[in-house]
């Protein structure tokens, strides 16, 4: 089958292909469709340019009509795509017709057997995730495709721009939450360009960015018990406007003596807060929670 040429950033065409197929938009599942030509091509490229040479396979989180699916297919060697939405599915049919090197799976990220995806799809690829996602689900996303160590080399993807400063944040600043220290605890995240509420039909409220995060260096960073360092980081700040002594002990309910003693064994004052502390600082705090 030839491949159609439809400028899928085109909102007339996307109106036209989807009342075509009897498709509407979804609100609820949080699908606003870039209108913006630029972007999903930088996007595409960010992923061809991080290859090693091998062949490059690309798990895509949600297509909408395709058209950062449609970049992807034109650059890289196999593109295996998630969506949630079936009624999208005669859509894609039709605007990625001809492709060869595309797989649809209707599914939810968030429960589906990734190694068992990456066992059939993407054997002897070098394997990356790209995609826009859907606001409501990026922490869950992000948190799964990096707590479950599957051997992925880079996620780009385009986040609320809140978001990216959350996830990019250097640990130890006022930006910093729990999140951002997790996404430094499995991988290296960099900002790699803004995307402007204006690329986006139906326009959303908020501004969005491109991010990136490379998983290809994942150093021993010497947690003793990795469970009891994301509980501690959890607990840290869950209540952000306590000093770390008191967020830990309603948060993980062990005596404050000894906990001020762990904190003072990790030279961390006893009013520190944690926005405060560095990724070094709470891994040597887990480590002598452990020791209690």
């Known amino acids: 089958m030839d491949k159609k040429n439809y400028t899928l950033t085109d909102i007339s065409v996307i109106k036209s292909v989807m009342s075509k197929n009897g498709v509407t938009f979804s609100k609820g599942l949080g699908q606003n469709f870039l209108v913006d030509p630029t972007v999903c091509p930088r996007m595409a490229e960010a992923v061809k340019t991080s290859g090693n040479g091998s062949k490059i396979g690309v798990l895509e989180i949600g297509a909408g009509v395709g058209v950062l699916t449609k ?11 998630v969506e949630l939405d079936k009624r999208l599915f005669p859509v894609l049919s039709e605007t990625l017709a001809g492709y060869d090197n595309l797989t649809l799976i209707n599914g939810d990220i968030l429960i589906i057997d990734l190694q068992k995806l990456i066992d059939e799809h ?67 995240a960099k900002k790699l360009f803004d995307v402007p509420r204006t690329s986006f039909y139906p326009s959303p409220k908020v501004d969005s960015c491109v991010i990136e995060l490379d ?21 840290a700040f869950g209540q952000r406007r306590k000093t770390v002594l008191n967020s830990l002990c309603s948060g993980m309910g062990i005596a ?9 064994n990790a030279e961390i004052p006893l009013t520190a807060r944690a926005e405060e502390l560095t990724m070094e600082q709470l891994i040597i705090l887990s480590n002598e929670i452990y020791e209690i």
Do not use: H, W
């Open 71 to 81: 970049e992807l297919l034109e650059r890289c060697d196999k593109t295996v795509c």
């Open 122 to 188: 993407f054997g002897g690829m070098q394997i990356f995730v790209c995609a826009n996602l859907p606001y409501y689900i990026t922490s869950p996303v992000i948190m799964r495709l990096l707590e479950e160590r599957l051997p992925f080399s880079k996620i780009t993807v385009m986040v609320q721009k809140e978001a990216a400063d959350r996830l990019c944040a250097r640990v130890g600043t006022r930006e910093s939450g729990a999140v951002t220290v997790a996404v430094n605890y499995y991988a290296k």
């Open 215 to 235: 998983l290809t260096d994942r150093a021993d960073l010497g947690v003793k018990d990795e469970k009891l360092f994301f509980k501690t980081v959890r607990a």
């Open 256 to 264: 404050k003596d000894k906990l001020s003693a762990a904190l003072s």
